[in-house]
């Protein structure tokens, strides 16, 4: 994609403020929300199953993130995934930590049985974990390279987060730029991207180009929070970055990571 | 009310430290529990149906959140709202997002139902909503104006929020200042507004007073943080501005407005 | 202990990054999520009894907050705990208003008669309600000094933080510096104690020295969060400043506290 096609879907998002339902955890709810009203789409959180149905269809895109795992998360999630099949929702699933106990790998597998299309989003041990159905217990930040296989599945999107973030689908797969070393773990990041993937799909309407406007967007605003004194600015100037995505600024950016 | 008498009111708060018991949601709860901390009180957020009675009757002052309802925060409100008819407790529904399902709006009918006196804070939407008994479904956030009926209830007073927030009681309302459109749109401040209407009603115990007083210090807030550069600064100048209230900035403010 | 041992247990963290798994409530989550983040341990936040045995093993430290008590948050901090006993891993337990409510109360009685090691952190309120088994009702955070008891029990440390924190374990107490104070009440600095204390359990194994770090650590942030402009600024700084406890201004300030 150009810089400006990938502008343009952050600037749709601040015209259009799509209404964003996400299934959020407590940790990174409240950063999630932040970063989807910093970027102009308004942010739903609803958890209960007694309104998925309802809430799905008056929704712009959803993200499941599976954080925190309960029962009635797993739940409300199948209520999604199902109603998203017949509504032809944008859809994004975020397998939070799922290497991490056999309650949240079995959960993440009988969601990816529901016949969804959307993205997947997750790191590399994640989507490991997924591909090879075991556990990896190693927390919720991937700490080594995996090898990954290639999609199989139509209609299903994967964007990998890692050093360099990676899109796969049947078919093909795509490398984007190769970051530095984070200086700040801020954490609920992985769960921002998710929530950002959503926001663009939602617009886009095509996975690929979803899943790279919204890792480039999260990885020009995670390079400006490096820049801060701490870890408490970082999380500021993060935010602040996200308002920035349709400004000179973030095009400029892009245009310099290319050539 | 005079600019002094508002002021007098968060200068108690301060003072006297009241403890405020809040049901929150978990995308707001921080900001919310922050926000009266910055004010001088003492936030307190319990959720469970079997410690409510107990602890309503230690607060000085409660907020019911009904963001993210599911059935127990149905149960504990319910619990809530029973004991404050016993102990008499200065209480503030806000009925978050209620015209999005049919669980959220009959939750919030049944909990009207309750012959509780206090405050109920919401949006246009919100309130529209609950008089009309329908269904809304545009999210979290009111995007348009509504028409909304007189109260008829005695003991119960409406506090609206919108670009005039306004005041509605048994033969009466009252209209606030017009606000500029928003710079930022910041997650749960919605919430935040009816935390602190809950704090002022703790010191005052006059329920029109505790509104006016709430929509004034937390417009106040407000304009002060639409002045920052991002999305992340706005949220810490929200913070740091409710801080001030008992200052003579916020007297000068009010002031200016009113001249 | 030496200024130099206490800065080697945070230079440990960043350089081991453990796995902190921590029990948390909806109102500190992000805090203390944020905080252990800034040091450079890893946070690792799930609450299902689902997968509270296997996410136990795979943990360096744990950490359960009482906070915002449920009956699935009574089962998931039981198994923990039972867990902790066999496998042995560095716990801290953190009774959150536990003076507040019966349920809260019974539930940290019958935490306490599992025969696990590790350190309780509570203020002089919720520590003096489980030494005399009685309710205090004075919301989160403790008001007024209160005599404690001496440990009986072998193998347990006590953290009880107040104007000035005090280590109590059986045969000995230790009492740190007193502090001035605090401008300003940021909500969940004393989850974030107990967060911090799990992260230096899990680095020297030993609960005393554990306890002492995590004190003058969080007695060092709060220091500088008490110097910005407002509340919004403070909490800022507060996690600035937990970026830099392995920097020689950590040490400074050790040193001159100690003059």
Redo the contacts between chains.
């Keep these: 994609m150009e810089p400006e096609e990938i502008q343009e879907i952050f600037q749709k998002i601040r015209e259009k403020q799509p ?1 964003i339902h996400m299934i ?8 999630c ?2 970063g ?3 970027l102009g789409a ?7 199953p ?2 998925m149905q ?2 799905v ?2 929704a712009d895109g959803i993200v499941i993130n599976l ?6 998360k797993r739940e409300a999630a199948r209520l999604v995934l199902e109603t998203v099949v017949q509504e032809e929702k944008p859809v994004v699933l975020d397998p939070v ?1 799922c290497g ?5 790998l079995k959960m993440v597998q009988e969601l990816l049985e529901i016949p969804w299309k959307g993205i997947i989003k997750g790191n590399q041990s994640e989507v490991y974990s997924i591909q090879q159905n075991l ?1 990896t ?5 991937s700490r080594e390279d995996r090898t990954l296989s290639a999609m199989t599945k139509e209609g299903r999107v994967l964007l990998v987060s890692g050093v360099a973030d990676r899109i796969l689908w049947k078919g093909g797969s795509k490398t984007l730029q190769k970051k530095e070393q984070r200086v ?5 990041t992985g769960c921002l991207l998710g929530a950002i993937t959503g926001a663009c799909y939602s617009i886009t309407k095509e996975p690929k180009q979803a899943a790279e406007a919204a890792a480039l967007g999260m990885a020009y605003a995670l390079e400006q929070a490096d820049k801060a ?5 970082a ?10 995505l349709e400004e000179a600024r973030f095009l400029n950016w892009m245009r310099g990571k290319e050539q």
């Design positions: 209404l959020p955890n407590a940790v990174s709810a409240t950063l929300a932040d989807l009203s910093a308004r942010p739903l959180m609803a958890v209960a007694q309104e309802e809430i269809k008056q954080g925190q795992p309960t029962p009635e930590g991490a106990s056999v309650f949240r556990l217990q190693e927390g919720i930040d700040y773990n801020i954490v609920g004194v701490g870890y408490g600015q999380k500021v100037v993060l935010l602040d970055a996200l308002t920035q």
